[in-house]
């Protein structure tokens, strides 16, 4: 079963085409970055014009390069929430339209659900044979996990027993981690977005310059907050005291990856689990994915992590997650309507 997945719920507009709930055939990621790296931030109205401008060309490229025609695709996934309204709007209804020409089902997807179980579908798709289609693959051996969602928009730690079925243990109660690398990032005057800056310089800094808060580290509960160690760099700048810029870096994706692995290891052992995952753009962070290895083969832990392309924003998982959706459930209705601020939601474990 082939789906085409359709992605703009930010400033990436994206079209895939997945077969079988685990086998990319393509995945399109056109990036808006360029257009907004001068305002420091995603402007709304810019990012869905662009998603207009784009979203044709990048669904043909997406079916070309899947070496497939429309009229081979059984079912067309859109992401519905969250994200931009203004963006959201133009994935949602070229899905729809695109379902409804080829009289074929439309698929309403969560973004954040499909960040969750990516990782999981790229390791169940290593471990089935390629002649084994089109049977599900081998997910079962992976579950119950505990997988960290960690993005410019979430961060969320969550517990899942099959896929679809999860709850949400903890949250950030302020920013998001990848929110805190970008504010961090226009602080010290790099680039947009900050996160791989930070990642890059923080390579020739020392992570034990400046002590920077760990931020509920030490809380009982899952949750997170980052706007306090935001605030530090921010005091720190304000002493005018020389500091090295690499230093700064170091030091304060020090502190990030240090909550986040502790948080995620924390419930993983609490929950009595044996494998972790994560995803969402700030997985691809150099230090976290070390840190969070280590600890992993330490404990004997199973470590589901995606490569690069697919932990920040991409249509490949939105069509994947899709093809469960439907072995699952109904179809979802034309009438569905963008949910900005929906969450992860809980679906009973
Ligand atoms: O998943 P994503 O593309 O978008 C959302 O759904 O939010 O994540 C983008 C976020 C940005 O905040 C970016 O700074 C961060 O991921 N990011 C990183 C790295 N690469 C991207 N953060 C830390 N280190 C990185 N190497
Ligand atoms: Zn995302």
């Not at 979430?154 to 690398?181: C, K, M, N, S």
Request: one cysteine or more; glycine letters at 8%.
């Amino acid at each position: 079963m082939k789906i085409l997945g359709v992605e703009t719920s930010c400033d990436e507009t994206s079209a895939a085409v997945v077969e079988d709930g685990w086998r990319i055939l393509s995945n399109v990621v056109g990036s808006q970055i360029d257009l907004h790296r001068a305002y420091g931030g995603v402007v709304p109205e810019l990012a869905s014009r662009k998603h207009l401008e784009l979203i044709d060309t990048i669904v043909s490229q997406a079916i070309a390069r899947a070496s497939t025609r429309f009229e081979e695709i059984d079912a067309v996934a859109g992401t519905y929430g969250p994200g931009l309204a203004t963006s959201l709007l133009i994935g949602l209804n070229a899905a729809k339209g695109i379902a409804f020409s080829l009289a074929k089902p439309f698929v309403g997807i969560n973004h954040i659900e499909a960040h969750l179980y990516l990782p999981l579908l790229i390791e169940s798709a290593e471990r089935t044979p390629r002649s084994h289609a089109p049977t599900l693959p081998r997910s079962d051996a992976l579950f119950p996990m505990v997988s960290l969602i960690v993005s410019g928009g979430h961060t969320i730690l969550a517990y899942a027993t099959a896929i679809g079925r999860h709850e949400i243990l903890g949250q950030t109660v302020d920013d998001a981690a990848g929110e805190a690398f970008d504010k961090v990032a226009k602080l010290l005057g790099l680039g947009y977005p900050g996160g791989p800056e930070i990642d890059r310089l923080a390579k020739r800094g020392n992570p034990a310059a400046i002590a920077f808060p760990r931020s509920m580290l030490d809380d009982p509960s899952y949750n997170f907050s980052f706007s306090g160690l935001k605030t530090a760099v921010l005091y720190l700048l304000r002493k005018n005291q020389p500091h090295r810029t690499e230093d700064v870096c170091a030091s304060f994706q020090e502190a990030v990856v240090d909550v986040l692995v502790g948080k995620l290891i924390r419930a993983v052992v609490e929950k009595g689990v044996r494998t972790a995952s994560a995803s969402g753009g700030v997985s691809i962070n150099s230090r976290f994915r070390e840190k969070l290895t280590a600890e992993c083969q330490r404990r004997g832990l199973k470590l589901l992590l995606a490569p690069a392309e697919f932990c920040t924003d991409n249509a490949a998982m939105i069509a994947a997650l899709a093809f469960y959706k439907l072995q699952a459930g109904p179809r979802s209705e034309f009438a569905l309507e963008v949910a900005p601020s929906i969450g992860l939601g809980v679906a009973t474990v």
